[in-house]
Structures are given as structure tokens and as C-alpha cells.
């Protein structure tokens, strides 16, 4: 197994956010699977820490949570986006982009740029 | 605002802890479950596949504490544990507990006290007022000198009230309420009127309890709406609450008024301290207060005008305005406006300037005293918590060793003093809800109508609140800071470091001796100086004396009448067996009249530009200066030869004299009243300067008149009696009416009696300030006794040791005597140079003793030693009794 990168600061809940937006309600085991899963199981998240920031999220507002039943009979909690969520997920997900454009351009080889 | 959502969220999960709790641990196993199915259809073993989910999740109780951070608000929870740790350890040590919160709750209770009066007189607006913030007054300010207000004279209210556009309504009232006779089944009372304009009540925005207020039309023809509205406690007590009182007719002043409302209960007029029995429109002012026609005279200023300003005005903008009325005014009047400005104040407390500029200072040193011992009490909690912590240090250091922060020591220590602070605060508005009566109950009855209602309001239960949160923080911070420095490590192996902890507690000690020296020194000037005023010689006899005041003006005597009674009443007075001499007088000095006129007299007229001079003047019966024992030092007394067609004559007083004829005999010189052509009064006698306003005055010009020649529809009659002058009291009224019982007699006392008005305000200040100083003097003797008994408790050992090697009692003795002799001396002598510094602040209002008074300051330094020396006897004779061996033992 190739070493694992830890989750970055800050970006769990937007790929929580991302997530819930593909999949629909799910539970946070699922999150948490599915997060491992598109990161091409490159990135080591410590399911622990999912609970705190679902639950940030939710006291924030960006989600919804319920009871439900899993897929396999199972009660569990499912966690569904708002509104507000999406509209937060397009915002993060903009300044995001545009932070890796910014860091993209700045560790790009430099071209025609002398010491003078 | 996602944030604020956030917080609030979390700060219900503080309220629904157990539910979240539960359903925590139902998600978390659920998570588990699945993860673990997952894993054995990855073909783990059973126990395998759960030992993988629970590491992936990072174990279940961290994962829970991870969570349960973010769930409630951690710092609300660590305060909640802080509190229930902190109550635990107060209900452990109750006599610790006790001691602290009594200590504090002195110190806090005194200072609710006061408050509760400063509350009362400047801050309260007047009660069951809509919106009060939104009423302002409205003062003539004079040009020169010292800002003075001054009310208005009708004339000029009603063109402020018809002009202004600042404005939402403008009502008025007459000064203060006056005597109205009430007459009922044949008998007349005396009650308090007062004439308010016709828009008062809807001004103010008081609803009635019964009837109606008076209607605009009642109030802009003068003498045609006889109407009155009358107060709640007059109907209750007077009529008996009578339902059906509306549409009733009260006789006033021999007129008939209809009764068109009554005032609900919890209104007191727009005056705290004085509510009158009714009210009656302006427009009625001939009947309610007969006499001069106040409704056209411009120089009667008589009126207090009371403005709401329109929504969306500042109070600023209102004063703009009112100054360019009073300059219209001004080019229109310029005789008597000339130069006047526009004032607006605030309506809280009791707003008449003048009384505010009396009772403010007055308040402001009353705080500043109960603020030291406020701080004298902190001192002494601070030291019983240092001696408190020392005995928990192990457990301190136990806490640190398990990994509390020093902020977290900190704050618990903190904690435990707040608490004590809140329970102190509680007990002390109870005390001040029980001695804030109490010292209502100092005045004296001549003041009964002067209804002060000092309740414990929300201000008072604010005010009580924030300085209980201070003393907490002040008494506490010192004891936590240290405490909280604790060496784990040689604290566990149970070795004292008690060093610095004693120096703290003898900085505490010095500090306390120091503000209660400062106290007492301040307290001590002001008695001493009380002394001086009550020992002033108001210029008159006060035992053996009578007087009675009759007010003529509501039974409408015509003025021959009134002369006619006058005579009758002081030859049948004369006559009655005990009383050596009667006479009368328009007014007695040092009572609430006054009266000053400018005076012209020939070789001393004013320069340009400088004002008339002016005297006090009264108008005195045949016999006055005998019979109030006012020494004649030159010419005669006034006797029945000065009568109305007699040639006029005048009585001067000494410092009048000495002022305009000095060296030279001024019987047979002329003066005349300023103002006019006015007919000149030859000087007939001079007798000795009295105090006429105050008993602080400096000697001012006073003349005198005779009554036969200068009539007053008031009078006071004074008698000299030969025995007791109580038992007259009876006879003296019955004279009077049985020449005509309809006479209104409004006071009939002695004159000892009448001095305890102008005496009050000295005997007040003298009381509190003495309760105060022994409150302080007793707060710091028990501090620095606390202080060396703990430290002889320390030093048993030390003691043992030295009485083992031979140290005889008296040397023991001096030994703890000595510490707290020394701290004291330090203390005494901090307190004796900040007292130097700042006892000059104190000189105005001090009368005939410096601040730096050397018999004040050195009596107030031998008391406090001396209490400091019994104070730390009790435990040097503890100390004495030591046994040696036990002490050796005892570690």
C-alpha cells in the first residue's frame, strides 16, 4: 500500500458536502467509505472525525439529519444536504478552485525570469 | 450569522445532553456494525473485523469525547463543574463560608444601602409616567455667575408652549403642592393643592382609576371650572375610597369643586418627594391660592414646565429652540428676561437643580465611604480565602499534577470567590431592604410630608449584581493568582512554602488598616465639623419657646380682618397663665421662607453695572426680640405705638450695621426698599446677627419690620413659656380658636422641635457617617485579628520550640503582639499620608475644621491602634498557652 496523505485541514467538510451532493442521503459510514473510496484510497481518513464535522455542518445549517433504515436493515443516520448547503458547497468549492489555480501557477517551472 | 446559529445549537446541546448522549452512542454503533459486516465479508474474523473498525474509526470513547467537544459549548461546561466544584467546597468548610459572606455582605449591604437612595433622589424617574426618558424640564438659566435655573412665570410657559415645535405636549404645575382648607361637616383640614396646567395628566400619560382629567376648555378661563382630580391615598384615606366620589363636590377654600377623577395608586405626582391630596386647573389659581393674580405677573416665577419631546427629537435639538424662544422673550420682556437662556434637565430622581447641586456632592462622598469599606471587607474575604487555599494547597497541587492548566487552577479559585460574592450580594439587599427604612425613620416628623419611597428596585438589584461580580474578581483574583502557583513536586512531599503567601496577607492586612484609617479620618472631619455647625449660635433662645404657624390665606380674610385677629389672639395668649411673652413674625428664621428685598441707602448706591444690595427682611409683632430672646444691643423694640398710620420703622441687625454705618450710630439714618419710589423707614433699633437661611452662613444683613405696618397673611406665633412649653401647646391652640375656629393652624411645636429640621441633614450625615466608621473600624480589627491568630496557628511549632529553649511568656508575647503592632503602624502611617493627600477634596463642605484637622488625625490613629493591639492580644495569650511538647509534636 502506497503511504496515505492525512485529510487537510478545513477540507473534510467540503468533501462531505461533495459527497452528500453526488450520493443523496447517506449515513456517515458511508461518507466516510465513499471519501476513501474517490480519493482512490490516496487519503487516510480517521472515521472519528466525521461525526464532529457532520455535526458542525448540521449546527451550521448546511445539513439535514434522520433517522433512517441502511441498505442493509440497519438503523442508522442519514445526512442530507440543505439549500444552504448547496449554496455553500458551490462558494467553497469556487474558492477552492481558485486557491489550486493560484498554488498551480506558483509552483509551475518559471519561464524567462533572471536575476538581475 | 451561520456562526451565531451554530452557537445557539450548541448551547441547547448543553440542555439536552442525556437524549443527544444516547443517540451518539446508537449512531456510533451503527457506524461499527456496518463497518464491521463490511470487513467480515472482506473475510476477516469476527474479532478481527472488529478490532480494524474500531482503529479506523480511532477508538469509540475518543471518537465520542471528539464529538461531544463539538457538541455543547465546553467552556459553559468546565464553568457548570467549576460551580458545582466550588458549591461542594463552600458547603464543606460552612464556617469558612459564613464568615466570608457575612464579611462581604457588610460591605456589600452598606453599599446597596446608599445606592438605594441615590436610586431614589437622582436616578428614579417619577413612577407610572409613560416613557419618563422622554421628559425633560424647563429651566430659565440667569447670565451670570454660577448656573442657576430658575422656573418660568405663566406668561412665558404658555408662549413656550404655544411656540415650540420640539414638543408633543408642554404642561406645568405649580412649585409645590400648598396648604388648602377643607372644609367637611363643619370642619376645616388643611390639605395640599396643586394647580397643574390642563394637559398634566395626559402629558404625563397616566390613565385615571375613576373619572376622567381635566378637559382642555377647563383650563383657559380663568375662575369658571371649579374641578379637581384628587390623589389615590387622599380618596383611600380621606373619602374612604368612596366608589361614587365622581361628580362629587369638595368645598375649597370655601368654594365648591366638582370632582372629575382620581389618580391610580401607583402615581406619586411628578415631584418623588412630595404628592399633594389633588390637583386643580391653573385657570382656578384665585380660589386654590388666593392672593396676587400669578397668571398675568411676569415677575412670579412660579410655574415648573415640563415638555415630551415629538418622536425622533433629540434633547439637544429641544434646547436649541427653547434659547431662541427665550431670546424672542428676551427683546419682548427685556425688564425682566434680559440675558435669560433655556435650560432642559432630565425628570429623574428629585430634579430641582438646587437640590440635585445639595444631595449630589453629598451622595458622591456617601459612596466613595461605603465604597472603602466595600474594599476594607474584599481585604479581609482575600485573607480568609489565602488562609483557606493553604490548606487546600495539597489538593492543588494534586489537581495540577493530573494535568490542570494554571488558568484552570485560576479559575476555579475564582469561582469559589464569585460564589461567595453573589451569596454576600443576596444577603445584602436583604440588609439593605431593612435598614434603608430604618434610616428613612431618622427624619424628623416636622418632615412628614416629605415622602422619600426608597425601594429596592431593579436598579438597586443591578447596581447590587455588578459590584458583587467586582468584589468577587477583586477579593478573589489575589488568592487564586497565588494559589495557583503551586510546586507540585515539593508540595506533594508536604513541605510548606508559606512565605509568600504570608506576604500577601500582610500587604492585605496594611491596605485594610490604611482605607479604614483613610475612612475614619474623613469620617472624623465631617463629625468634627457637624460639631461646630450644631454648636453654632442660631442668634436666638430655643428652650422655653412655642411656635405655631397660621396661614390666613385659604379662609380669604379681608386685611383689616386679619390685623383685628392678630391683635385678639396675642392679648388673649399674653394673658394665659405660663406664658411670660407672645408675639408674632411673618416667618421664624431657618425654616423653609425666606424673603430678600434690595435695599437704597443714601451713600451707598451700587456703581454701574454691580448689582442692588439686598437684606433679609420680616415683618415681627410688638415684643418679637424678648420673646424669641434676640439680644437689642442699641434703640428699642417695635411696641403698640408703631401701628398701620404711624410713622414707619425699621429694625436692623448687627452685621447691617457694621456694614453701611460702620464706626457711626445708624438709629435715626433711612433706608428704603430698591425698585420705584418707595417711602424711606427710619432705624429705630439693632439687635444681634442670628443665622437666618442656614446654620452654616456666613453673617448676612437682616431688617425687620413691624407687623402692624407690614401685613402678612402668614404668620407664626411665638411664645416664651415659663415652665415645660409642651403643656401650652394645647392651651395656646385653644385660644386661638375660640377667636375663630376656622383658623388653620398648620404646625404647632416647640421651638427644640422645629430646630430638627435645620438640623437634620447634620444629624443624618453625623449618624451614617459614625455607623460607617465603626462598621469599618470593627471590619478591619476582626481582618488583622483573623490575620495574626492564623499566623500563631502557623508558628505553633516555632513557638514550641522557643518555649523548649527557654523563651518566657512576655517575650512569646511580644513576639505576636509585635507582627501585629507592626502592621498596623505601616497601615496607620499609608492611611495618614494618603489622607493628607486627599482630605482636601473634603474642605467644602467642612465647617471650622481644617482638612489636615492634627486632633482628628491624631485620635483616629491612637483608636485604631489600640483596636489593632486588642486584636492581636487574644491570639498572643493563645500563643502563651502552648504547650511545648504538644507544639513539638504537632507536626
Not at chain 1, 459527497?19 to 465513499?34: C, D, N, V
Not at chain 2, 366608589?243 to 377654600?253: D, E, Q, R, S, Y
Not at chain 2, 481644617?850 to 489600640?866: E, G, M, N, R, Y
Request: with cysteine; proline share 5%; aromatic share 8%.
Amino acid at each position: 500500500m502506497a503511504a496515505k496523505t492525512e485529510v487537510w485541514q478545513g477540507t473534510l467538510a467540503l468533501m462531505v458536502l461533495k459527497t452528500l451532493e453526488t450520493m443523496g442521503p447517506l449515513h456517515g459510514y458511508g461518507i466516510a467509505r465513499r471519501i476513501e473510496q474517490t480519493s482512490g484510497q490516496r487519503l487516510a481518513v480517521n472515521y472519528g472525525t466525521i461525526y464532529p464535522a457532520l455535526l458542525k455542518l448540521e449546527q451550521e445549517g448546511y445539513v439535514r439529519s434522520e433517522w433512517g433504515v441502511s441498505e442493509n436493515h440497519r438503523k442508522a443516520k442519514f445526512y442530507k444536504l440543505t439549500r444552504a448547503g448547496r449554496k455553500q458547497l458551490e462558494r467553497e468549492a469556487r474558492d477552492w478552485e481558485q486557491a489550486t489555480a493560484i498554488l498551480a501557477r506558483f509552483l509551475a517551472p518559471v519561464a524567462g525570469r533572471g536575476e538581475g | 450569522m451561520r456562526r451565531l446559529r451554530a452557537w445557539l445549537v450548541r448551547l441547547t446541546g448543553l440542555f439536552t445532553k442525556r437524549r443527544r448522549e444516547r443517540e451518539l452512542a446508537e449512531e456510533l454503533e451503527s457506524h461499527l456494525q456496518m463497518h464491521i459486516e463490511d470487513n467480515l465479508r472482506a473475510g476477516m474474523s469476527p474479532a478481527e473485523a472488529r478490532r480494524q473498525a474500531l482503529i479506523k474509526l480511532g477508538g469509540l470513547e475518543q471518537a465520542k469525547e471528539n464529538y461531544r467537544d463539538r457538541r455543547g459549548l465546553p467552556m459553559i461546561e468546565t464553568l457548570i463543574q467549576d460551580v458545582r466544584y466550588g458549591l461542594r467546597q463552600l458547603r464543606r468548610n460552612p464556617g469558612f463560608t459564613a464568615v466570608a459572606v457575612l464579611t462581604l455582605a457588610l460591605g456589600i449591604g452598606t453599599n446597596a444601602t446608599i445606592f438605594t437612595f441615590v436610586s431614589a433622589l437622582l436616578l428614579k424617574p417619577p413612577s407610572a409616567i409613560e416613557k419618563p426618558s422622554r421628559l425633560f424640564a424647563i429651566w430659565n438659566q440667569l447670565p451670570h455667575g454660577e448656573p442657576r435655573y430658575v422656573q418660568q412665570n405663566y406668561p412665558d410657559y404658555v408662549y413656550y408652549r404655544e411656540h415650540n415645535t420640539v414638543f408633543a405636549g408642554l404642561l406645568a404645575f405649580s412649585s409645590d403642592p400648598q396648604n388648602v382648607s377643607w372644609s367637611t361637616s363643619g370642619q376645616s383640614q388643611l390639605i395640599e393643592g396643586q394647580l397643574v396646567s390642563g394637559n398634566f395628566f395626559s402629558v404625563l400619560g397616566v390613565r385615571p382609576l375613576l373619572g376622567r382629567w381635566f378637559l382642555p376648555e377647563e383650563d383657559q378661563t380663568s375662575g369658571r371650572d371649579p374641578v379637581v382630580v384628587l390623589s389615590h391615598s387622599f380618596w383611600q384615606q380621606r373619602l374612604g375610597s368612596d366608589p361614587a366620589v365622581v361628580g362629587k363636590l369638595l368645598t375649597l377654600n370655601g368654594h365648591g369643586f366638582r370632582v372629575v377623577g382620581v389618580t391610580p395608586g401607583n402615581f406619586k405626582g411628578i415631584e418623588t418627594i412630595l404628592e399633594p391630596d389633588l390637583w386643580a386647573p391653573i385657570m382656578m389659581q384665585h380660589e386654590i391660592h388666593p392672593g396676587d393674580d400669578l397668571l398675568s405677573r411676569r415677575t412670579s416665577y412660579w410655574i415648573y414646565a415640563v415638555g415630551r419631546l415629538k418622536p425622533g427629537v433629540a434633547s439637544s435639538q429641544a434646547l436649541a429652540e427653547l434659547n431662541v424662544l427665550a431670546r424672542q422673550l428676551a427683546q419682548a420682556h427685556p425688564e425682566g428676561n434680559k440675558g435669560w437662556g433655556a435650560a432642559v434637565t432630565p425628570l429623574t430622581g428629585v430634579y430641582d437643580p438646587d437640590f440635585r447641586r445639595f444631595i449630589g456632592p453629598l451622595m458622591m462622598l456617601l459612596m466613595t465611604l461605603v465604597g472603602l469599606i466595600l474594599l476594607i471587607a474584599c481585604a479581609n474575604a482575600a485573607n480568609l480565602l489565602l488562609a483557606q487555599a493553604s490548606n487546600r494547597s495539597r489538593e492543588m497541587a494534586i489537581r495540577a499534577a493530573i494535568g490542570a492548566s494554571r488558568g484552570r487552577l485560576i479559575r476555579q479559585v475564582l469561582t469559589e470567590a464569585i460564589l461567595l460574592s453573589f451569596a454576600a450580594g443576596c444577603v445584602g439587599v436583604l440588609l439593605a431592604s431593612w435598614t434603608a427604612p430604618l434610616l428613612m425613620n431618622l427624619k424628623p416628623p416636622t418632615l412628614s410630608f416629605i415622602a422619600i419611597e426608597a425601594p429596592v428596585d431593579w436598579r438597586v438589584l443591578g447596581f447590587t449584581f455588578l459590584v458583587s461580580l467586582l468584589t468577587g474578581v477583586i477579593f478573589g483574583l489575589g488568592p487564586a493568582l497565588r494559589s495557583s502557583k503551586v510546586n507540585v513536586a515539593s508540595r506533594l512531599r508536604d513541605e510548606s512554602t508559606t512565605t509568600a503567601k504570608s506576604r500577601l496577607r500582610n500587604v492585605l492586612v496594611v491596605g485594610e488598616v490604611a482605607l479604614c484609617m483613610l475612612l475614619l479620618i474623613g469620617a472624623g472631619l465631617c463629625l468634627r465639623s457637624l460639631q461646630n455647625a450644631e454648636s453654632i449660635d442660631p442668634g436666638f433662645e430655643i428652650s422655653h419657646r412655642l411656635a405655631v404657624s397660621l396661614d390666613l390665606r385659604p379662609l380669604g380674610y379681608s386685611e383689616s380682618r386679619g390685623r383685628s385677629l392678630y391683635s385678639q389672639m396675642l392679648d388673649r395668649i399674653n394673658t394665659l397663665p405660663g406664658v411670660r411673652s407672645a408675639s408674632l413674625a411673618s416667618y421664624l428664621p431657618l425654616g423653609f421662607t425666606n424673603l430678600g428685598v434690595g435695599i437704597v441707602i443714601d451713600g451707598h448706591e451700587p456703581r454701574q453695572g454691580q448689582p442692588v444690595p439686598t437684606a433679609g427682611l420680616a415683618a415681627v409683632g410688638p415684643r418679637y426680640f424678648q420673646t424669641m430672646g434676640i439680644p437689642l444691643l442699641q434703640g428699642r423694640e417695635f411696641n403698640s405705638q408703631d401701628g398701620e398710620t404711624a410713622p414707619s420703622v425699621i429694625v436692623i441687625n448687627q452685621e447691617m450695621a457694621r456694614r453701611y454705618w460702620p464706626g457711626r450710630n445708624p438709629i435715626g439714618q433711612r433706608i428704603s426698599f430698591a425698585g420705584g419710589n418707595n417711602p424711606s423707614f427710619e432705624i429705630v433699633g439693632v439687635v444681634k446677627t442670628g443665622k437666618y437661611r442656614g446654620l452654616r452662613e456666613p453673617a448676612q444683613p437682616f431688617m425687620y419690620r413691624p407687623l402692624s405696618q407690614f401685613y402678612s397673611t402668614r404668620a407664626t406665633l411665638v411664645v416664651q413659656s415659663a415652665g415645660d412649653p409642651k403643656a401650652l401647646l394645647a392651651p395656646v391652640q385653644r385660644a386661638i380658636h375660640e377667636i375663630d375656629s376656622s383658623v388653620p393652624v398648620t404646625d404647632a411645636e416647640t421651638l427644640e422641635q422645629y430646630m430638627s429640621v435645620p438640623l437634620f441633614t447634620a444629624h443624618l450625615t453625623g449618624i451614617l457617617l459614625g455607623a460607617l466608621g465603626l462598621l469599618a473600624l470593627s471590619l478591619a480589627t476582626a481582618g488583622l485579628y483573623a490575620v495574626v491568630a492564623y499566623s500563631v496557628a502557623q508558628r505553633t511549632h516555632e513557638i514550641g520550640v522557643r518555649m523548649a529553649l527557654g523563651a518566657e511568656r512576655r517575650e512569646v508575647m511580644r513576639l505576636v503582639v509585635g507582627q501585629g503592632f507592626r502592621l498596623t503602624l505601616v497601615g496607620v502611617g499609608i492611611g495618614i499620608v494618603v489622607a493628607l493627600a486627599l482630605t482636601r477634596f473634603l474642605s467644602s463642605i467642612l465647617y471650622g475644621v481644617k482638612p489636615t484637622d492634627p486632633l482628628t488625625f491624631a485620635a483616629v490613629s491612637l483608636i485604631l491602634t489600640a483596636a489593632a493591639l486588642a486584636a492581636s492580644y487574644l491570639p498572643a495569650r493563645r500563643a502563651t498557652k502552648v504547650d511545648p511538647m504538644t507544639a513539638l509534636r504537632c507536626e
